[in-house]
Structure formats: structure tokens, C-alpha cells
């Protein structure tokens, strides 16, 4: 990830002067600096935003040698990055659900997002990290829209021994989420897990659904899976769930194929919710918990 980005920084930084850094001199690293990050999927505002802080840090900094000035506009920018990614409201989906648990209560999760971003195979990869860390689950087959979605799902659960609550194509989702939510309360199950059908943001019908199903159960947490490799689409998809249902946080699939990184820049500035989880394989095992410090580091070395 960043390939680009970190040849770039090298020669951005040459643009600077090694006496005092001014906005004069800062310019044209700078502009460098914003239109990498463009070139590799990060929103234009996202970009101006991370550029903007990085020459406060630096504007009045004095430095005498060029190999200085590199390692002072790195440490700004990976300064400037992790502001954007560390999340005012942070979120541990286990520890979450550990919480509720002591209090005798299931955690609800909804999971959101557009066709052919992996949430099916997403919300499987969770439900088999809830159940290695001890936590009985439930599934309920909420995409009663997408031909073969319910056996999708049938088939996950089979795979990792978890029941699946369901009911016909063309069911109202709302209903089966709440079937699965009573089922875990008579029964005593830890999380439920609550599959939707893919939508395009665009498509009122289907946001109005997912706005019932967020009424009607109440989830404690509404997730995003997007695609890392959309670029600007996952980015404007993020902002449509989340201005329809304010989501609590975001998983980004595909990671591991990802060349260029912006869209986990792009999603937590634009909803202001953390990036938790990511996508780096097709296996149950590949999903990882995503560390602002990693993914920062691996901008600027």
C-alpha cells in the first residue's frame, strides 16, 4: 500500500529548503503530498485536510540539513494521519459485546452496505471471531432481496456451527431480525448477527428497509463493509449509510489487494467513525483488527 506515496514524500521533500520552512517554501511539497494521496483514493477534502495539518506542524520548524527536513515532514505526516484515523468514538466490537454479556444481554448488529463489497462473508468472518472468544451467535438471514443470499448464509453457518433464523424471499427483514433478537433472548445467546440486503445508496426502497430493520430491532451497532478497492465509491457509499442510519463503525474488505490504501483515510473522515476491522483473504481467519499506528507507519517508511 503506498508505494507511490512514499517515492513521492522523497522527492516532495526536496522541494523544501533546509532553513526555515515557510509557506512559501512548503508549497510545492505540499501540493506534491495532496496529489499523491488523490492518485491513490483519498477524497480530495480528505487529502486538503491531511495536507493543511501537516504544514502547521511544520511552518516555523528551522532545519539545517536536507536528511532532517525528510525525517520532519515524515513525522508530520504520519502525525497528520493518525489524527484522521484515530477515532473520537472507538469501538472494540468483543469487548462491546463482553460488556453486555455481564449484564445479561445480547449485542444486536446490523451490517450494512452495497452489493459485492463481501458482507455476507464479512459478517462470517465476525460471527467466527465472536465464537472463538467464547460468545454463542445467531444469524439472521435479513437479505430476503438477493436470490441465493439466504443459502449463502445458510452455508456460513453450516460451516462454523451456527444457527441461521430465517424466513422466504420477499419477507419482511425487520421481521426476521426481530424473530432472530426473541430467539436469542428465550435461549439466552450472546450476539446477534443481522444480515441486510446489499443496496446502492441510491435505491430509496432498499435505504427505507434498512431504516425499518434499524427502528424496529434497535442494534446496538450498525456496521459498514465496503470494498477497499472502490476508492471514491466506498467513500460516498459510507456517507450515504451514514447519513441515513449513522453507522458505528466500518469494516474494509479486499484490503490485502489493495494498492494504494485511501479508502480507510477516505471512510473515517467522512463519518467520523472508526475503521475496526479488515478484510485480507476469502478465509474465516482473514480478518484483521485495523491499528491506525500500522497503517500510518507503513505510509511514511
Not at 526555515?20 to 499523491?36: C, F, G
Not at 425499518?212 to 456496521?223: G, H
Request: aromatic share 6%.
Amino acid at each position: 500500500m503506498f508505494e507511490k506515496l512514499r517515492g513521492a514524500m522523497d522527492s516532495a521533500v526536496t522541494k523544501a529548503t533546509t532553513k526555515e520552512l515557510n509557506e512559501k517554501n512548503l508549497a510545492d511539497a505540499v501540493w506534491d503530498l495532496q496529489m499523491v494521496l488523490i492518485q491513490n483514493d483519498v477524497a480530495v477534502d480528505v487529502a486538503e485536510h491531511i495536507c493543511s495539518l501537516t504544514k502547521e506542524k511544520l511552518i516555523g520548524t528551522r532545519t539545517g540539513r536536507l536528511e532532517k527536513t525528510g525525517k520532519l515532514f515524515k513525522t508530520a505526516i504520519y502525525e497528520s494521519i493518525m489524527e484522521v484515523l484515530t477515532p473520537k468514538h472507538p469501538l472494540d466490537p468483543i469487548q462491546f459485546a463482553s460488556d453486555k454479556k455481564a449484564k445479561g444481554e445480547p449485542t444486536v448488529i446490523l451490517f450494512v452496505g452495497v452489493n459485492g463489497t463481501g458482507k455476507t462473508t464479512t459478517l462470517a468472518k465476525l460471527a467466527n471471531l465472536y465464537k472463538k472468544n467464547g460468545f454463542s451467535i445467531v444469524i439472521a438471514a435479513g437479505d430476503t432481496f438477493r436470490a441465493g443470499s439466504i443459502e449463502q448464509l445458510e452455508e456460513h453457518g453450516k460451516r462454523l456451527g451456527i444457527r441461521v433464523i430465517k424466513q422466504n424471499y420477499g419477507a419482511d427483514a425487520a421481521a426476521v431480525a426481530y424473530d432472530a433478537i426473541s430467539h436469542a433472548r428465550a435461549k439466552g445467546i450472546d450476539v446477534v448477527m443481522i444480515d441486510s440486503a446489499g443496496r446502492m445508496q441510491s435505491n430509496k426502497n432498499l435505504i427505507s428497509e434498512m431504516q425499518k430493520i434499524v427502528r424496529v430491532t434497535e442494534p446496538d451497532l450498525k456496521i459498514f463493509v465496503g470494498d477497499a478497492l472502490a476508492g471514491n465509491d466506498a467513500l460516498s457509499q459510507a456517507k450515504e449509510f451514514n447519513d441515513a442510519i449513522k453507522i458505528d463503525g466500518a469494516i474494509l474488505t479486499k484490503v490485502d489487494a489493495d494498492p494504494s490504501g485511501g479508502a480507510a483515510l477516505s471512510v473515517a473522515f467522512v463519518t467520523g467513525r472508526p475503521v475496526i476491522y479488515i478484510g485480507v483473504g476469502q478465509g474465516y481467519e482473514d480478518l484483521r483488527r485495523f491499528e491506525p499506528q500500522w497503517f500510518a507507519q507503513r505510509i511514511v517508511d
